[in-house]
């Protein structure tokens, strides 16, 4: 199955290496494997780690210009990925999918991308110059989420727009709904044009048959993937795979050496060579393990009173063609709660974080580190939740309609670069917005810089905010002011 000995984890051994050797370190960074560290954090973090904090020079190769231990360690991700090549990312997905945009768009050039795109998609954009062409999402109204883009949706909006450069799509999306991605495949493929792939929710798909298909299986060009989400690398930590064909592999080298950092955390990069292994080892297993607990959890909480939480039964709704289980949605406003309501209740009350929350639902997210006993003390929380509940008397959680795509007026990044003035945004109706709304977590937007402001946009921003959730992207806090495009001489 594998081309390369995937037991190797070259940078994590000349990491070893070095450490072991007790080489002298007269290079940055400052603390010197932990000797000028703050004794509080050093003695919490452990010498170990502040140990293999170093910095560019041959033995541990350069992530710029890799010939050595990294240059072999993404040959081994590639590998184990089904990739042709494979780039480390140390600033996250994000950074990796505005390296994704860069390299197949430049200024002028339309992109087609979905609606409920994560904010980093638009500063690719922003950073590109290129034109987006947004395509609504699916919404399941039960639960109040997007699920995805059909097949359909993207073959219109490529008749419509022949002369895009590239189609993204994001798959699976942050509550584990994926798209028909092969015959996306097939449809983009045929306007001799790239698929690039948000696939940040989806590293460990190509590891278990019992998951969605994986972005690089079903045949994209390129797609990023947050390994440190659901497998076992470090925060931060994530991966770039590109494909043969329809993108420039070196336009890709060439970009992420233009966005990340000259001094790399090699700590991340070894996370990244060691998660890789475990996957290709254990990965199946584990994965197994995993889905099992999900759909013990899902099972679990459907049983109690005024939760509910979404699985297979998704793929009879239209946008929704496969489901990773291991996205538990907890739709809570039969409780007569707000996701946010729930969300603190479990963080304050219990001590359990979920990943994220909106108006209706919390969104926990299980991976190879979650076991039966902390999957209990949720369901078990949960339940004494539900119990006080149904005491008092629930008010009614109505799901907000998302309001339509606003008019584009300019590009993000001709907006984003204007001369701008800041309003209330109470009083900016009409305006071109120069900033970003977003209910984040997940970062969809709600108004991109360039799209004119409306009405319907400024009630939804005043009902989330009275839901408590976190509504964020203008440089006011408090998202009273927005900032506006004031140089109308750009027209």
């Given at each position: 199955?594998?081309?390369?000995?995937?037991?190797?984890?070259?940078?994590?051994?000349?990491?070893?290496?070095?450490?072991?050797?007790?080489?002298?370190?007269?290079?940055?960074?400052?603390?010197?494997?932990?000797?000028?560290?703050?004794?509080?954090?050093?003695?919490?973090?452990?010498?170990?780690?502040?140990?293999?904090?170093?910095?560019?020079?041959?033995?541990?190769?350069?992530?710029?210009?890799?010939?050595?231990?990294?240059?072999?360690?993404?040959?081994?991700?590639?590998?184990?990925?089904?990739?042709?090549?494979?780039?480390?990312?140390?600033?996250?997905?994000?950074?990796?999918?505005?390296?994704?945009?860069?390299?197949?768009?430049?200024?002028?050039?339309?992109?087609?991308?979905?609606?409920?795109?994560?904010?980093?998609?638009?500063?690719?954009?922003?950073?590109?110059?290129?034109?987006?062409?947004?395509?609504?999402?699916?919404?399941?109204?039960?639960?109040?989420?997007?699920?995805?883009?059909?097949?359909?949706?993207?073959?219109?909006?490529?008749?419509?727009?022949?002369?895009?450069?590239?189609?993204?799509?994001?798959?699976?999306?942050?509550?584990?709904?994926?798209?028909?991605?092969?015959?996306?495949?097939?449809?983009?493929?045929?306007?001799?044009?790239?698929?690039?792939?948000?696939?940040?929710?989806?590293?460990?798909?190509?590891?278990?048959?019992?998951?969605?298909?994986?972005?690089?299986?079903?045949?994209?060009?390129?797609?990023?993937q947050s390994t440190h989400k659901i497998?076992?690398?470090?925060?931060?930590?994530?991966?770039?795979?590109?494909?043969?064909?329809?993108?420039?592999?070196?336009?890709?080298?060439?970009?992420?050496?233009?966005?990340?950092?000259?001094?790399?955390?090699?700590?991340?990069?070894?996370?990244?060579?060691?998660?890789?292994?475990?996957?290709?080892?254990?990965?199946?297993?584990?994965?197994?393990?995993?889905?099992?607990?999900?759909?013990?959890?899902?099972?679990?909480?459907?049983?109690?009173?005024?939760?509910?939480?979404?699985?297979?039964?998704?793929?009879?709704?239209?946008?929704?063609?496969?489901?990773?289980?291991?996205?538990?949605?907890?739709?809570?406003?039969?409780?007569?709660?707000?996701?946010?309501?729930?969300?603190?209740?479990?963080?304050?009350?219990?001590?359990?974080?979920?990943?994220?929350?909106?108006?209706?639902?919390?969104?926990?997210?299980?991976?190879?580190?979650?076991?039966?006993?902390?999957?209990?003390?949720?369901?078990?929380?949960?339940?004494?939740?539900?119990?006080?509940?149904?005491?008092?008397?629930?008010?009614?959680?109505?799901?907000?309609?998302?309001?339509?795509?606003?008019?584009?007026?300019?590009?993000?990044?001709?907006?984003?670069?204007?001369?701008?003035?800041?309003?209330?945004?109470?009083?900016?109706?009409?305006?071109?917005?120069?900033?970003?709304?977003?209910?984040y977590p997940p970062g969809i937007p709600?108004?991109?810089?360039?799209?004119?402001?409306?009405?319907?946009?400024?009630?939804?921003?005043?009902?989330?905010?009275?839901?408590?959730?976190?509504?964020?992207?203008?440089?006011?806090?408090?998202?009273?002011?927005?900032?506006?495009?004031?140089?109308?001489?750009?027209?």
């Amino acid at each position: 199955m594998y081309q390369l000995d995937q037991t190797k984890t070259p940078l994590f051994d000349a990491l070893m290496e070095y450490v072991n050797n007790k080489t002298i370190p007269f290079h940055v960074p400052g603390h010197k494997k932990g000797q000028g560290m703050w004794n509080d954090f050093k003695n919490f973090v452990g010498i170990n780690v502040l140990s293999m904090d170093v910095t560019v020079f041959k033995q541990v190769d350069s992530l710029h210009k890799p010939t050595g231990a990294i240059k072999a360690a993404q040959e081994l991700a590639a590998d184990a990925y089904n990739a042709d090549y494979t780039f480390f990312s140390i600033h996250g997905t994000s950074g990796a999918i505005q390296a994704m945009i860069m390299s197949v768009v430049g200024p002028g050039d339309k992109i087609i991308i979905p609606r409920n795109v994560h904010k980093s998609v638009t500063a690719g954009i922003i950073l590109s110059g290129a034109a987006p062409v947004y395509m609504q999402p699916e919404i399941d109204n039960a639960v109040g989420v997007a699920l995805n883009v059909t097949p359909e949706t993207v073959e219109n909006t490529l008749e419509s727009n022949p002369d895009a450069k590239a189609v993204l799509i994001v798959n699976p999306t942050y509550y584990g709904v994926s798209t028909d991605i092969e015959k996306i495949v097939r449809i983009v493929h045929s306007y001799g044009i790239p698929l690039i792939v948000d696939e940040a929710h989806g590293p460990h798909l190509h590891f278990n048959s019992k998951l969605p298909i994986s972005a690089v299986d079903a045949g994209a060009d390129i797609c990023s993937q947050s390994t440190h989400k659901i497998i076992g690398s470090m925060t931060q930590s994530s991966l770039l795979h590109v494909r043969k064909g329809f993108v420039d592999v070196n336009r890709v080298k060439t970009v992420m050496s233009l966005l990340q950092t000259t001094s790399p955390s090699y700590i991340l990069l070894a996370s990244l060579d060691a998660a890789r292994k475990q996957m290709v080892m254990e990965g199946e297993k584990l994965l197994d393990q995993t889905i099992e607990l999900a759909s013990y959890a899902r099972e679990s909480i459907n049983k109690i009173e005024g939760y509910y939480c979404f699985g297979d039964e998704v793929l009879n709704k239209k946008g929704a063609y496969a489901f990773d289980p291991t996205k538990i949605t907890i739709t809570c406003k039969d409780l007569g709660l707000s996701g946010y309501e729930l969300e603190r209740i479990l963080a304050e009350k219990y001590f359990i974080q979920p990943e994220m929350s909106d108006l209706y639902n919390v969104l926990c997210v299980f991976s190879l580190g979650d076991t039966k006993e902390t999957i209990d003390k949720l369901i078990y929380a949960l339940k004494e939740i539900s119990d006080v509940q149904c005491c008092s008397l629930r008010r009614k959680i109505e799901i907000l309609d998302v309001p339509n795509i606003p008019e584009q007026m300019l590009t993000p990044r001709d907006a984003f670069n204007s001369m701008t003035v800041s309003i209330p945004l109470s009083d900016s109706m009409g305006q071109i917005s120069a900033e970003f709304l977003m209910a984040y977590p997940p970062g969809i937007p709600i108004l991109c810089p360039g799209e004119m402001i409306t009405k319907e946009i400024i009630d939804y921003v005043k009902a989330l905010k009275e839901a408590n959730l976190y509504v964020q992207g203008t440089e006011d806090p408090e998202v009273n002011n927005i900032k506006v495009v004031s140089d109308l001489s750009i027209f």
